[in-house]
């Protein structure tokens, strides 16, 4: 009923030895992780700045750009100006995003032992969680 393979496996003759492609080590792939987490919690600051306007967010990515920069080889991120939907933004969810962003940073630094990073992404966690806390009103 079912017919014989008659042909090599295209997976075995294709690459050859295991040498014959290129590799990344583990703290390449590492680096290349948190460079994507650092440069999308990068394009959700500047959103954020785009709908509230900051000193703390303005300083935060500046020091976002500079990690990329450095994870990337010295090549600066890409940056577009936030584009205009037609509906404002809504605070919480980029703030929820960036939160979540900035925690996938944390845990990719620290097993990178990255430490700028790491407190880079924690100070950002931090902000973000602020951020997201109702505000109390004080008693009259």
Known sequence: MYEPIRT?????TMAGTPDDFPHRSREEELDIQLAGHLAALLAVTDELRVSAPSADLDAAAERLGEQVARLRGGRTPARAPAAT???????AALHGRAHALAGRALVVAASRADTAAAILA?????????ALRPRTLAPH
Do not use: L
């Not at 037609?86 to 605070?91: A, T």
């Not at 924690?122 to 602020?130: F, P």
């Open 122 to 130: 924690a100070e950002r966690m931090d902000a973000h969680t602020a």
């Open 85 to 91: 939907t037609g509906r404002e933004p809504d605070p």
């Open 8 to 12: 090599k496996s295209v997976h075995s």
